[in-house]
């Protein structure tokens, strides 16, 4: 693919996931010049840096390969919009209000079913291998990743009715809502999945 589009970053970035595939001196030039063509894509630029970075850690040149890993990461960073204070403040305000009373208080609402099971766990810590095995039951389907909850506590976010009060409600306002809209957002989520 990349010899039809010599920017098409993906293609790089793909053989320099086969783990096996080791680039040629001429396809590392080619990688190179490729990031510096102002027309290219911001995608195809990050994924060329991380396929050079690859290239490089396996000749065992880490300089090279630190400075492309880092040049990517710093695209990829710019256009992100992730802010660290934003999700530490999240974090924060989860401790505080989702407490032990609150989830006693408020643990039997919802929808009273024996499904969904929920596998929750961080990158690479075997939570897709999990869902495989309990979908090979023939009782269990599964979903892949859903972004639903995620979607659900945006809603729940929501803003004040007051302009000077900005604050998000979520997660502060679990303590105050409906209880029967628990089980509404509950059958939500399963008429949806």
């Known amino acids: 693919a990349y010899q039809l589009n010599p920017s098409y970053g993906d293609a790089f970035w793909s053989l320099a996931n086969t783990k096996t595939y080791r680039f040629s001196d001429e396809e590392i030039a080619q990688m190179q010049t490729q ?5 290219l894509a911001l995608t195809d630029k990050v994924q060329l840096n991380f396929a050079t970075g690859k290239a490089f850690e ?3 040149d880490y300089n090279q390969a630190f400075q492309a890993y880092q040049e990517g990461n710093k695209l990829q960073h710019a256009h992100s919009g992730f ?12 401790i505080k209000y989702c407490t032990a009373e609150l989830f006693e208080s408020r643990g039997n609402l919802g929808l009273n079913l024996p499904d969904p099971i929920f596998i929750v766990g961080l990158p690479r810590a075997g939570s897709t291998l999990l869902e ?10 599964g979903t892949m ?10 809603r ?13 409600q979520y997660p502060k306002n679990l303590n105050e809502i409906n ?3 628990f089980k509404r957002f509950g059958q939500q989520f399963i008429d949806e999945t």
């Open 35 to 39: 990031q510096n063509n102002k027309a």
């Open 58 to 60: 396996d000749r065992e």
């Open 83 to 94: 802010d660290i204070t934003k999700v530490e403040q999240q974090v924060a305000e989860q």
């Open 132 to 141: 495989q095995i309990l979908a090979s039951h023939s009782q269990v389907d």
């Open 145 to 154: 990743e859903l972004h639903n909850i995620l979607g659900l506590a945006s």
């Open 156 to 168: 729940l976010r929501g803003r004040s009715n007051n302009k000077s009060d900005q604050e998000a």
């Open 179 to 181: 209880p029967e809209y």
